[in-house]
């Protein structure tokens, strides 16, 4: 018997994600994640060009053929679905069964009426000052008098937070000067360079010795995180001075220069491209269209060619000998004959 309920797949792939813009997975292997908490991985994809070609042309299901970019798999179309597109883009509406000509109901009489519709006369307090709202009123002006009620304070609108390195000293003779570009500060210290670091920040042994073989400019760390029990079994640190020394190096050797920017609108730079109608004449009409796969003519030349419709390819030319007045396929399917009249 016909079951009503609809069938459910064996492998349910929906992805859980959301509505979110699908570019945050691009540089990922998978899309998403299944009602599993699995991920979803992409397809792969190993097609070029000429693949994609190839298969637009033997796949004859390719032009309705689209990629879900929930699951990144490619979906065929059924035809309800290309029906449906094809509606939506001639700006009709989704339903077939839905009338948008459907007879209006009037609702209301187009004939004048002579008498209203209520003769109920108006209320008093629609012309006459609330004394309810009078009373409240007066209530708050003598609370305001005697002070009961304060007026809010005006919000204040400078943040709570700064920047502690956005400007040097003002009163120096640097922060003054308008050019004057501050030099860049020292990346703060992490956990590596605690004094009692967590254990996935020590190195190993083979971490160790691959860190004294590689040169001083190719290490991540320029020294080797230590642990210690406590503040007081810190010892000094032995290479405070040489650091010193080169960060005052870098700032003498390394000078800074703001350079002024042009601005430049984008717009100008693409050049003006030229009317359509002064690139006449060219073809703006369909005058002809072709069926079947293969196509077959002649020429003058006493030869016959075989051609391709979708490629316009000549596949193969049959030389007669004499002047062809006229050719015709065999209209039975099933045997490829030709008919040449010279």
């Not at 209006?104 to 006459?128: C, G, L, Q, W, Y």
């Not at 000293?169 to 003054?176: A, E, F, K, T, V």
């Not at 703001?258 to 009409?285: A, C, S, Y």
């Amino acid at each position: 018997p016909h079951s009503s309920l609809p069938s459910v797949p064996l492998q349910d792939i929906r992805n859980t994600v959301g509505n979110i813009p699908m570019e945050w997975y691009q540089d990922f292997p998978h899309v998403g994640y299944d009602l599993d908490g699995k991920k979803i991985y992409k397809p792969i994809r190993n097609k070029d060009e000429l693949d994609v070609f190839l298969e637009k042309m033997e796949n004859p299901e390719y032009w309705r053929t689209v990629q879900d970019k929930l699951t990144g798999a490619d979906v065929t179309l059924t035809d309800e679905q290309v029906e449906l597109v094809q509606r939506l883009q001639k700006g009709q509406f989704g339903d077939v069964n839905f009338d948008p000509y459907e007879p209006a109901v009037d609702f209301f009489t187009h004939e004048v009426m002579i008498h209203p519709v209520t003769n109920r006369p108006a209320d008093k307090r629609s012309f006459i000052p609330s004394l309810i709202e009078k009373e409240k009123v007066s209530k708050l002006v003598h609370a305001i008098k005697m002070g009961w009620i304060k007026p809010r304070k005006p919000k204040d609108d400078s943040p709570t937070y700064y920047d502690l390195w956005a400007h040097e000293d003002p009163n120096s003779i640097l922060g003054r000067h308008k050019m004057h570009v501050p030099a860049p500060k020292l990346r703060l210290p992490g956990h590596e360079e605690s004094y009692n670091p967590p254990p996935e920040y020590l190195l190993s042994e083979e971490e160790r010795l691959a860190w004294e073989q590689q040169e001083p400019a190719e290490r991540r760390l320029n020294f080797v995180p230590q642990q210690h029990r406590c503040l007081r079994a810190v010892p000094a640190y032995p290479r405070f001075i040489h650091e010193r020394f080169e960060r005052c190096l870098d700032l003498y050797l390394c000078p800074r220069q703001r350079k002024m920017r042009v601005n430049v609108d984008p717009e100008d730079l693409i050049p003006k491209l030229p009317k359509p109608r002064d690139l006449q004449p060219f073809p703006t009409t369909q005058a002809l269209v072709r069926g079947g796969r293969r196509g077959l003519g002649c020429s003058d030349d006493g030869t016959v060619r075989f051609w391709e419709v979708s490629t316009a390819r000549c596949m193969r030319t049959l030389p007669v000998g004499a002047v062809v007045k006229s050719v015709a396929w065999n209209p039975n399917p099933t045997l490829c004959l030709v008919a040449v009249a010279v």
